[in-house]
């Protein structure tokens, strides 16, 4: 089975390298490699031409305007070859060489739909520092009742669901992300397996809690969200979401990569 990797990128100068270092070192996996600029006013095109060759024509990238993140995604998931399909931002790495052939191999023994797994928050200043850690756990659908959602960054699909179900809605800024995640999951003839181990290393400061003007945008857009797919009690589920997010912040201080 083919990975598509997406990693949509602005101006990314100084951590694009990192991101691209952590695609090429997977081992023993079939991979595609979709880069979407937006025009970026820096360097990222450049260091974007500089690792071409070396994925050996698995590699492919455009940079032109868009309208947003979900803008590029969605034209990442239209460029894709792949039988599946996962993003990488072009501040994140994997949280080591094997993950995508981890991946690869669960999706084939347990004929999944989806696969996810647990996501890392990184120091900014000490990249072997947690500052925060996201557990998932095995899927249920009552879990969507009480605000739980796996981390969008570990979240690996089929891509034949993004042709059905569509991709991202970008009138969110945002939560659009959550809004296609529930969409999804709450589709009980999907099969979703939890891997449980770290699949992605992401540096802390994202746009959804980088100041406290985001984190009111995110909030309304999240109950936007809940209430177009239908779920009742919306502010309950978002008070439980913002809630259970405090125990991430419970656990180990460091971490080593492979």
């Given at each position: 089975m083919k990975i598509s990797i997406i990693t949509a990128t602005y101006n990314s100068t100084y951590t694009l390298q990192e991101t691209i270092e952590s695609v090429l070192s997977q081992h023993d996996c079939e991979i595609e490699y979709i880069v979407v600029d937006g025009q970026s006013k820096d360097d990222t095109v450049e260091i974007i031409k500089q690792n071409e060759p070396r994925f050996n024509d698995h590699m492919r990238w455009i940079s032109e305007p868009d309208q947003g993140i979900y803008d590029a995604l969605n034209k990442g998931i239209r460029l894709a070859t792949g039988d599946i399909i996962g993003f990488l931002h072009s501040d994140d790495a994997f949280?080591?060489?094997?993950?995508?052939?981890?991946?690869?191999?669960?999706?084939?023994?347990?004929?999944?739909?989806?696969?996810?797994?647990?996501?890392?928050?990184?120091?900014?200043?000490?990249?072997?520092?947690?500052?925060?850690?996201?557990?998932?756990?095995?899927?249920?659908?009552?879990?969507?009742?009480?605000?739980?959602?796996?981390a969008h960054p570990t979240v690996f699909i089929k891509k034949e669901i993004y042709e059905k179900q569509g991709g991202?809605?970008?009138?969110?800024?945002?939560?659009?992300?959550?809004?296609f995640m529930l969409r999804v999951f709450k589709n009980t003839s999907l099969h979703c397996v939890y891997l449980p181990q770290v699949i992605t290393k992401m540096r802390m400061g994202g746009t959804s809690n980088r100041n406290i003007r985001n984190i009111l945008i995110k909030s309304k857009e999240d109950y936007r969200a809940l209430r177009k797919n239908g779920f009742s009690y919306a502010w309950w589920i978002l008070a439980m979401k913002n809630i259970s997010k405090l125990t991430q912040f419970l656990r180990p201080k460091s971490v080593s990569s492979e």
């Open positions: 949280a080591s060489s094997s993950v995508i052939k981890t991946i690869q191999d669960t999706f084939e023994k347990t004929n999944a739909d989806i696969v996810y797994g647990d996501l890392v928050y990184l120091d900014n200043k000490n990249q072997e520092k947690i500052l925060r850690y996201w557990r998932s756990q095995p899927f249920s659908l009552s879990l969507l009742f009480r605000g739980w959602m796996p991202y809605d970008d009138s969110f800024l945002i939560s659009a992300d959550y809004d």
